[in-house]
């Protein structure tokens, strides 16, 4: 390998980050572009969680039975905009397939795995990089209303067993009361992730990995991208000011990478979901975990020293203004889980995921372009997946065999 091969990331939120510091490390000269600047991603706006334990993938068995009471409930934790209905069809098809019994097994079977390569994957990041001050390893409560909803997630936990994802079920507020105080007494029955691991503040290690990409001589720029072209051995980067010639591409933009992609000449179905959160000084209330919410479809964490909540999953697509009553009802249900905390003057936010219908990211070489590399598709999961696509797209640059099966994240596995 020439240690002087260029690569263009497109993309400067935790995946184009992690990337560039992957390849930096291999001695490639990395250039990493981005329409807006580095405070401008979704990735900042997370709930920061590490989120290695949700090896489920989105697309259960039976979910499409739920379908109908998405469009009728715009405000549910899981919604589709009745005038989105007709573009999202063909991915919502592409979701229920993705969710039959013949098939599901396999996609959690290569989730898992992923998740597996992303825990050591961000220990040696961390380590690399000094980012483990950064981090807070607390754990997690997956909380449930009643015993009904417990006894159906039992295919959740089976999976962690089967999968070796720690955890402890608890049957008794006593016993959630331990863990995080001050919740409702409703709370009987919980799972408890003691591995499950948070970013102190997901705007912070963004900016920490950013630094040291450019501390180690890599370039950031704000580019906005139009086109990507190769010729030869060379690929072209075509911004709306200026034309960059490079050896490899990465597209890594998010839920901007559909357009980039199809310009190549690849249809990916790639769709948006819209996440919604409200963050807020903390008042009385003392966060010791991340809580999960299951039944209800969203999250607490603790940020810095404020506390957000968030979740609320909207596919809209890209254009749509935000419908912050999404976050008020997120808002009123967590006043009567959390009783003692104050959530006045809080700070809304929305966010755009680029999310697959089979739930598992594009990691791979376009079919059309082999030194165009595609590194989006995470859905919530892109912290959580970012060190680990960095690792696999250095490999798949550098001609090395994965250490997890490659098919499953292929750009091409929805040809047919």
């Known amino acids: 390998m020439n240690p002087k091969q260029g690569v263009v990331v497109v993309g400067s939120g935790i995946i184009g980050i992690s990337v560039g510091l992957a390849l930096q490390q291999a001695d490639f000269r990395v250039r990493i572009v981005d329409r807006g600047g580095p405070s401008q991603k979704a990735s900042e706006g997370n709930a920061g969680a590490f989120a290695l334990a949700d090896i489920v993938p989105l697309a259960t068995p039976g979910i499409m039975r739920a379908a109908p009471g ?148 890599g370039l950031v720029e704000c580019r906005e991208v139009r086109s990507i072209s190769a010729k030869s051995r060379v690929v072209e980067v075509h911004c709306v000011d200026k034309r960059l010639s490079c050896d490899y591409v990465v597209i890594a933009a998010g839920a901007w990478s559909k357009s980039l992609a199809q310009a190549i000449g690849d249809d990916i179905p790639l769709e948006t979901e819209r996440g919604y959160n409200t963050t807020f000084s903390p008042g009385h209330f003392d966060l010791k975990t991340h809580l999960t919410f299951a039944d209800h479809g969203f999250v607490v964490s603790k940020v810095g020293s404020k506390v957000r909540v968030g979740g609320a999953v909207e596919l809209g697509g890209l254009s749509a203004p935000p419908n912050f009553d999404r976050s008020k009802i997120l808002l009123s249900k967590a006043k009567q889980f959390l009783p003692n905390m104050d959530m006045v003057d809080g700070e809304e936010w929305m966010g755009f995921r680029p999310s697959m219908p089979d739930s598992l990211p594009v990691i791979g070489n376009s079919p059309k372009q082999p030194r165009v590399i595609y590194a989006f598709g995470h859905g919530h999961l892109g912290l959580t997946q970012s060190a680990a696509t960095a690792e696999l797209v250095r490999d798949s640059i550098l001609g090395k065999p994965w250490p997890i099966a490659s098919a499953p994240f292929s750009p091409e596995r929805f040809r047919h």
């Open 70 to 217: 998405w469009l009728l409930d715009p405000l549910g934790p899981l919604s589709i905009r009745p005038s989105y209905v007709f573009s999202i069809a063909p991915w919502l098809m592409k979701f229920w397939r993705a969710s039959w019994s013949d098939r599901f097994p396999s996609l959690m079977k290569s989730q898992a795995e992923l998740m597996s390569l992303s825990r050591s994957a961000l220990d040696r990041q961390a380590q690399q990089y000094r980012g483990e001050p950064l981090l807070r390893r607390a754990g997690q409560l997956r909380l449930y209303d009643g015993r009904d909803t417990f006894r159906a997630s039992s295919s959740y936990w089976h999976a962690c067993k089967e999968y070796g994802i720690t955890h402890d079920l608890l049957e008794s507020s006593q016993e959630i009361e331990k863990i995080q105080p001050g919740l409702s007494t409703k709370f009987q029955y919980a799972g408890y992730t003691p591995d499950w691991l948070n970013v102190s503040d997901p705007r912070l290690w963004l900016k920490h990995l950013h630094d040291q990409f450019v501390d180690r001589g």
